[in-house]
Protein backbone atom coordinates (compact mmCIF):
# COMPACT_ATOMS: atom_id res chain seq x y z
CA UNK A 1 0.00 0.00 0.00
CA UNK A 2 1.31 3.43 -0.85
CA UNK A 3 0.02 6.11 1.64
CA UNK A 4 -1.40 9.42 -0.41
CA UNK A 5 -1.03 12.78 1.00
CA UNK A 6 -3.03 15.77 -0.37
CA UNK A 7 -1.78 19.21 0.11
CA UNK A 8 -4.14 19.62 2.95
CA UNK A 9 -3.16 16.64 4.88
CA UNK A 10 0.60 17.77 4.59
CA UNK A 11 0.02 21.07 6.16
CA UNK A 12 -1.89 18.91 9.00
CA UNK A 13 1.40 17.58 9.52
CA UNK A 14 4.33 19.73 9.09
CA UNK A 15 5.25 22.81 11.15
CA UNK A 16 8.00 24.65 10.33
CA UNK A 17 9.91 23.43 13.51
CA UNK A 18 10.12 19.53 12.30
CA UNK A 19 11.00 20.88 8.56
CA UNK A 20 14.21 22.61 9.83
CA UNK A 21 14.90 19.26 11.96
CA UNK A 22 14.60 17.92 8.69
CA UNK A 23 16.65 19.95 6.39
CA UNK A 24 19.33 20.85 9.29
CA UNK A 25 20.02 17.09 9.59
CA UNK A 26 19.92 16.86 5.54
CA UNK A 27 22.94 19.27 6.09
CA UNK A 28 24.93 17.73 8.47
CA UNK A 29 24.82 14.42 6.55
CA UNK A 30 26.03 16.11 3.30
CA UNK A 31 28.83 17.63 5.44
CA UNK A 32 29.94 14.22 6.59
CA UNK A 33 29.37 13.10 3.14
CA UNK A 34 26.64 10.43 4.38
CA UNK A 35 23.92 11.20 1.10
CA UNK A 36 23.58 10.51 -1.99
CA UNK A 37 21.98 13.77 -4.41
CA UNK A 38 22.47 13.43 -7.82
CA UNK A 39 22.36 16.11 -9.67
CA UNK A 40 18.95 17.49 -10.95
CA UNK A 41 17.70 16.07 -14.22
CA UNK A 42 15.56 18.31 -16.49
CA UNK A 43 13.12 17.40 -19.38
CA UNK A 44 12.40 20.72 -21.41
CA UNK A 45 8.38 20.49 -22.29
CA UNK A 46 7.62 23.27 -24.92
CA UNK A 47 5.85 25.89 -22.22
CA UNK A 48 8.07 24.63 -19.48
CA UNK A 49 10.64 21.95 -17.58
CA UNK A 50 10.29 19.08 -15.38
CA UNK A 51 12.59 18.62 -12.40
CA UNK A 52 13.65 15.31 -10.63
CA UNK A 53 14.99 15.66 -7.93
CA UNK A 54 16.64 12.46 -6.01
CA UNK A 55 18.08 12.27 -2.75
CA UNK A 56 19.14 9.17 -0.45
CA UNK A 57 19.96 9.57 3.68
CA UNK A 58 20.91 6.04 5.26
CA UNK A 59 21.31 7.57 8.59
CA UNK A 60 18.16 9.63 8.52
CA UNK A 61 16.14 6.38 6.83
CA UNK A 62 15.24 8.78 4.16
CA UNK A 63 14.87 7.99 0.20
CA UNK A 64 12.70 9.34 -2.60
CA UNK A 65 12.34 11.98 -5.38
CA UNK A 66 10.89 15.55 -5.76
CA UNK A 67 9.27 15.83 -9.17
CA UNK A 68 8.09 19.37 -10.08
CA UNK A 69 6.76 20.85 -13.01
CA UNK A 70 7.63 24.68 -13.64
CA UNK A 71 5.50 26.33 -16.06
CA UNK A 72 5.67 29.93 -15.67
CA UNK A 73 2.47 30.62 -18.12
CA UNK A 74 0.45 28.12 -16.12
CA UNK A 75 -1.76 30.95 -14.09
CA UNK A 76 -2.61 33.43 -17.36
CA UNK A 77 -3.94 30.48 -19.82
CA UNK A 78 -4.96 27.02 -17.94
CA UNK A 79 -5.55 28.42 -14.15
CA UNK A 80 -3.16 26.39 -12.60
CA UNK A 81 -0.13 27.03 -10.49
CA UNK A 82 3.22 27.75 -12.23
CA UNK A 83 5.24 25.14 -9.98
CA UNK A 84 3.80 22.11 -9.04
CA UNK A 85 5.60 19.49 -7.12
CA UNK A 86 4.86 15.86 -6.02
CA UNK A 87 7.21 13.78 -3.55
CA UNK A 88 7.50 10.10 -3.16
CA UNK A 89 8.82 8.14 -0.40
CA UNK A 90 10.87 4.95 -0.99
CA UNK A 91 11.64 2.21 1.48
CA UNK A 92 15.10 1.91 1.95
CA UNK A 93 15.18 -1.94 2.66
CA UNK A 94 12.65 -2.93 -0.29
CA UNK A 95 12.55 0.17 -2.61
CA UNK A 96 8.19 0.16 -2.08
CA UNK A 97 7.18 3.61 -2.62
CA UNK A 98 5.80 4.59 0.93
CA UNK A 99 3.91 7.89 0.24
CA UNK A 100 2.92 9.97 -2.65
CA UNK A 101 2.40 13.62 -1.44
CA UNK A 102 2.26 16.79 -2.50
CA UNK A 103 5.76 18.61 -2.54
CA UNK A 104 4.48 22.28 -3.06
CA UNK A 105 4.05 23.00 0.62
CA UNK A 106 6.79 20.99 1.32
CA UNK A 107 9.52 23.29 -0.58
CA UNK A 108 7.65 26.08 0.54
CA UNK A 109 8.38 24.96 4.05
CA UNK A 110 11.80 23.23 3.68
CA UNK A 111 13.39 26.49 1.91
CA UNK A 112 12.29 28.89 5.19
CA UNK A 113 13.93 26.03 7.19
CA UNK A 114 16.63 26.21 4.55
CA UNK A 115 17.33 29.93 5.16
CA UNK A 116 16.78 29.39 9.05
CA UNK A 117 19.97 26.92 9.20
CA UNK A 118 21.71 29.59 7.22
CA UNK A 119 20.59 32.51 10.08
CA UNK A 120 20.94 30.21 12.81
CA UNK A 121 24.81 29.58 12.07
CA UNK A 122 25.23 32.24 10.62
CA UNK A 123 23.70 35.60 11.56
CA UNK A 124 24.54 37.57 15.18
CA UNK A 125 23.01 35.78 18.40
CA UNK A 126 21.78 39.32 19.33
CA UNK A 127 19.97 40.62 15.83
CA UNK A 128 17.13 42.94 16.44
CA UNK A 129 16.60 44.10 13.10
CA UNK A 130 15.24 42.63 9.61
CA UNK A 131 15.06 43.74 6.00
CA UNK A 132 12.79 41.71 4.06
CA UNK A 133 12.17 41.67 0.30
CA UNK A 134 9.43 39.35 -1.04
CA UNK A 135 6.21 39.14 0.42
CA UNK A 136 5.10 36.11 -1.56
CA UNK A 137 4.98 32.41 -0.40
CA UNK A 138 9.11 32.44 0.73
CA UNK A 139 8.49 35.87 2.51
CA UNK A 140 5.80 34.04 4.66
CA UNK A 141 8.25 31.22 4.97
CA UNK A 142 11.32 33.01 5.98
CA UNK A 143 9.91 34.63 8.32
CA UNK A 144 8.08 31.53 10.37
CA UNK A 145 11.90 30.08 9.74
CA UNK A 146 13.78 33.39 11.08
CA UNK A 147 11.41 33.11 14.35
CA UNK A 148 12.08 29.76 14.94
CA UNK A 149 15.75 30.53 15.08
CA UNK A 150 15.75 34.12 16.41
CA UNK A 151 12.43 34.64 18.59
CA UNK A 152 13.66 37.76 20.17
CA UNK A 153 13.44 39.42 16.91
CA UNK A 154 10.95 42.66 17.41
CA UNK A 155 11.15 44.60 13.93
CA UNK A 156 11.12 43.19 10.09
CA UNK A 157 11.32 46.61 7.64
CA UNK A 158 9.18 44.66 4.29
CA UNK A 159 9.38 45.66 1.13
CA UNK A 160 7.50 44.46 -1.92
CA UNK A 161 7.68 45.87 -5.57
CA UNK A 162 3.66 45.50 -5.52
CA UNK A 163 2.12 47.76 -2.79
CA UNK A 164 -0.75 45.57 -2.28
CA UNK A 165 0.88 42.58 -1.10
CA UNK A 166 1.73 44.58 2.13
CA UNK A 167 -1.67 44.44 4.20
CA UNK A 168 -2.33 40.87 3.34
CA UNK A 169 1.44 39.77 4.73
CA UNK A 170 1.15 41.76 7.71
CA UNK A 171 -2.32 40.65 8.71
CA UNK A 172 -0.92 36.88 8.32
CA UNK A 173 2.81 37.56 9.74
CA UNK A 174 0.84 39.38 12.67
CA UNK A 175 -1.81 36.71 13.86
CA UNK A 176 1.45 34.42 14.28
CA UNK A 177 3.84 37.05 15.92
CA UNK A 178 1.95 39.57 17.51
CA UNK A 179 4.90 40.98 19.49
CA UNK A 180 6.80 41.49 16.29
CA UNK A 181 6.45 44.96 14.33
CA UNK A 182 6.44 44.81 10.64
CA UNK A 183 6.90 47.85 9.10
CA UNK A 184 6.42 48.88 5.32
CA UNK A 185 10.06 49.80 3.78
CA UNK A 186 9.95 52.54 0.76
CA UNK A 187 12.52 50.70 -0.92
CA UNK A 188 14.73 47.77 -0.52
CA UNK A 189 17.58 50.03 0.36
CA UNK A 190 15.11 51.35 3.25
CA UNK A 191 14.47 47.50 3.95
CA UNK A 192 18.42 47.10 4.11
CA UNK A 193 20.11 49.28 5.56
CA UNK A 194 20.75 49.41 9.13
CA UNK A 195 19.73 45.60 9.44
CA UNK A 196 21.20 42.53 11.06
CA UNK A 197 19.48 40.39 9.08
CA UNK A 198 18.46 40.76 5.11
CA UNK A 199 16.29 38.24 3.31
CA UNK A 200 15.64 38.15 -0.25
CA UNK A 201 13.14 36.31 -1.69
CA UNK A 202 12.03 37.40 -5.04
CA UNK A 203 11.72 36.45 -8.48
CA UNK A 204 13.64 39.31 -10.06
CA UNK A 205 16.16 38.88 -13.01
CA UNK A 206 17.47 42.23 -12.33
CA UNK A 207 19.86 42.93 -8.87
CA UNK A 208 18.36 45.35 -6.01
CA UNK A 209 20.36 45.06 -3.47
CA UNK A 210 23.60 46.95 -2.82
CA UNK A 211 27.07 46.03 -0.78
CA UNK A 212 27.06 49.53 0.50
CA UNK A 213 23.59 48.93 2.10
CA UNK A 214 25.19 46.59 4.35
CA UNK A 215 25.83 47.40 7.76
CA UNK A 216 28.81 45.69 9.67
CA UNK A 217 27.90 41.93 10.96
CA UNK A 218 24.65 41.87 8.61
CA UNK A 219 23.90 38.28 7.34
CA UNK A 220 22.21 38.29 4.22
CA UNK A 221 19.72 34.74 3.46
CA UNK A 222 19.33 34.95 -0.81
CA UNK A 223 16.75 32.49 -1.40
CA UNK A 224 15.24 33.62 -4.66
CA UNK A 225 17.40 33.21 -7.14
CA UNK A 226 16.93 29.54 -8.21
CA UNK A 227 17.90 29.88 -11.40
CA UNK A 228 20.77 31.10 -14.46
CA UNK A 229 17.79 34.23 -14.95
CA UNK A 230 17.37 35.16 -11.67
CA UNK A 231 18.90 37.50 -9.74
CA UNK A 232 18.19 39.89 -6.63
CA UNK A 233 22.18 40.58 -5.47
CA UNK A 234 24.42 43.11 -7.13
CA UNK A 235 28.17 42.09 -6.92
CA UNK A 236 28.97 44.67 -4.82
CA UNK A 237 27.24 42.37 -1.83
CA UNK A 238 29.44 39.53 -3.24
CA UNK A 239 32.25 41.31 -3.04
CA UNK A 240 31.28 43.13 1.02
CA UNK A 241 30.48 39.53 2.33
CA UNK A 242 33.43 38.46 4.72
CA UNK A 243 32.20 35.00 4.50
CA UNK A 244 30.27 33.34 0.91
CA UNK A 245 28.19 30.30 2.11
CA UNK A 246 26.42 28.03 -0.39
CA UNK A 247 24.06 25.18 0.04
CA UNK A 248 25.83 23.11 -2.89
CA UNK A 249 28.78 24.60 -4.95
CA UNK A 250 27.82 23.30 -8.32
CA UNK A 251 24.22 24.74 -8.07
CA UNK A 252 25.15 28.20 -6.55
CA UNK A 253 27.65 28.77 -9.38
CA UNK A 254 24.56 28.05 -12.26
CA UNK A 255 21.97 30.82 -10.36
CA UNK A 256 22.32 34.12 -11.30
CA UNK A 257 23.67 35.66 -8.03
CA UNK A 258 26.98 33.77 -7.90
CA UNK A 259 26.53 32.97 -12.12
CA UNK A 260 26.74 36.79 -13.11
CA UNK A 261 29.69 37.78 -10.81
CA UNK A 262 31.49 34.47 -11.85
CA UNK A 263 31.48 35.60 -15.74
CA UNK A 264 32.43 39.30 -14.65
CA UNK A 265 35.41 37.68 -13.46
CA UNK A 266 34.71 38.96 -9.51
CA UNK A 267 34.08 35.57 -7.76
CA UNK A 268 35.04 32.20 -8.73
CA UNK A 269 34.56 28.46 -6.82
CA UNK A 270 38.00 29.47 -4.37
CA UNK A 271 36.18 32.73 -2.73
CA UNK A 272 33.48 30.57 -1.00
CA UNK A 273 34.13 29.45 2.43
CA UNK A 274 31.70 26.55 2.65
CA UNK A 275 28.71 24.70 1.87
CA UNK A 276 26.45 24.91 4.55
CA UNK A 277 26.39 20.77 5.25
CA UNK A 278 29.94 22.01 6.42
CA UNK A 279 29.26 24.66 9.35
CA UNK A 280 26.48 22.14 10.31
CA UNK A 281 28.42 19.11 10.62
CA UNK A 282 30.95 21.37 12.30
CA UNK A 283 33.46 20.80 9.81
CA UNK A 284 34.04 24.50 9.72
CA UNK A 285 32.91 27.52 11.97
CA UNK A 286 29.73 29.65 11.65
CA UNK A 287 29.93 33.13 12.29
CA UNK A 288 33.01 33.77 14.03
CA UNK A 289 33.41 37.54 14.31
CA UNK A 290 30.62 39.88 15.28
CA UNK A 291 31.46 42.33 12.82
CA UNK A 292 31.86 39.69 9.84
CA UNK A 293 29.30 39.96 6.84
CA UNK A 294 28.03 36.78 6.04
CA UNK A 295 26.10 35.64 3.27
CA UNK A 296 23.75 32.40 2.38
CA UNK A 297 22.73 31.63 -0.77
CA UNK A 298 20.20 28.83 -1.11
CA UNK A 299 19.90 27.44 -4.18
CA UNK A 300 17.47 24.29 -2.84
CA UNK A 301 18.05 20.67 -2.45
CA UNK A 302 16.30 17.30 -3.23
CA UNK A 303 17.91 16.63 0.44
CA UNK A 304 16.10 19.11 1.64
CA UNK A 305 12.70 17.74 -0.44
CA UNK A 306 13.27 14.18 0.82
CA UNK A 307 14.06 14.50 4.60
CA UNK A 308 11.00 16.92 4.57
CA UNK A 309 9.22 14.38 2.62
CA UNK A 310 10.47 11.33 5.23
CA UNK A 311 9.29 13.45 8.19
CA UNK A 312 5.81 14.58 6.92
CA UNK A 313 5.16 10.63 6.12
CA UNK A 314 6.15 9.25 9.72
CA UNK A 315 4.00 11.77 10.99
CA UNK A 316 1.03 11.03 8.60
CA UNK A 317 1.14 7.35 9.45
CA UNK A 318 1.25 8.06 13.73
CA UNK A 319 -1.69 11.00 13.53
CA UNK A 320 -3.17 8.18 10.77
CA UNK A 321 -3.30 11.05 8.33
CA UNK A 322 -3.88 10.06 4.40
CA UNK A 323 -5.26 7.92 1.84
CA UNK A 324 -4.15 4.03 1.71
CA UNK A 325 -3.92 3.33 -2.39
CA UNK A 326 -3.23 -0.33 -3.41
CA UNK A 327 -0.19 -1.04 -5.52
N1 LIG B 1 16.12 28.74 -3.12
C1 LIG B 1 15.13 27.89 -3.07
O1 LIG B 1 15.26 26.75 -2.62
C2 LIG B 1 13.76 28.34 -3.49
C3 LIG B 1 12.63 27.58 -3.15
C4 LIG B 1 11.35 28.05 -3.48
C5 LIG B 1 11.23 29.23 -4.20
N2 LIG B 1 12.37 29.92 -4.57
C6 LIG B 1 12.28 31.16 -5.34
O2 LIG B 1 11.94 32.22 -4.46
C7 LIG B 1 11.30 33.26 -5.22
C8 LIG B 1 10.00 33.66 -4.52
O3 LIG B 1 9.13 32.57 -4.51
P1 LIG B 1 7.64 32.73 -3.92
O4 LIG B 1 7.05 31.38 -3.97
O5 LIG B 1 7.67 33.47 -2.66
O6 LIG B 1 6.99 33.66 -5.06
P2 LIG B 1 5.70 34.58 -4.91
O7 LIG B 1 5.24 34.87 -6.30
O8 LIG B 1 4.75 33.97 -3.94
O9 LIG B 1 6.27 35.94 -4.23
C9 LIG B 1 7.24 36.75 -4.83
C10 LIG B 1 7.04 38.18 -4.34
O10 LIG B 1 8.19 38.95 -4.74
C11 LIG B 1 7.72 40.23 -5.19
N3 LIG B 1 8.77 40.83 -6.03
C12 LIG B 1 9.08 40.55 -7.31
N4 LIG B 1 10.16 41.29 -7.70
C13 LIG B 1 10.52 42.05 -6.63
C14 LIG B 1 11.55 42.99 -6.40
N5 LIG B 1 12.42 43.31 -7.36
N6 LIG B 1 11.63 43.59 -5.19
C15 LIG B 1 10.73 43.28 -4.21
N7 LIG B 1 9.73 42.38 -4.37
C16 LIG B 1 9.63 41.77 -5.57
C17 LIG B 1 6.42 39.92 -5.88
O11 LIG B 1 5.62 41.08 -6.02
C18 LIG B 1 5.82 38.87 -4.94
O12 LIG B 1 5.05 39.46 -3.91
C19 LIG B 1 11.08 32.67 -6.62
O13 LIG B 1 12.11 33.12 -7.47
C20 LIG B 1 11.18 31.17 -6.39
O14 LIG B 1 11.53 30.46 -7.55
C21 LIG B 1 13.61 29.52 -4.22
Redesign the pocket.
Known amino acids: MVLYLTQDEVKQVLDMKSAFEAVEGGFREMGNKAIEMPPRVYLHFPKGVLIAMPAYMPKLNAAGTKLVT ?1 HPGNKKEYNLPA ?1 QAKIIINSIENGSPLAIMDGTYV ?2 V ?2 GA ?1 GAVGIKYLAREDAKEVGL ?9 QIMGLMLVRPKIKKVKI ?4 PE ?1 IPPFIKDMKAMYPSVDFVAAKS ?1 EEATKGSDIVI ?5 S ?1 P ?1 IKGEWLKKGAHVSA ?5 AA ?1 R ?1 LETSVIKKANKLVV ?1 FVPQAFVVGDFAKPKEEGAISEKDIYAEMGEIVSGQKKGRTSPDEITLFK ?4 AI ?1 DVGTGAKVYGLAVKKKIGTELPN
Open positions: VVTARTACGLGVQGRSFDILAATCTPSTFIGADVKEDATGLE
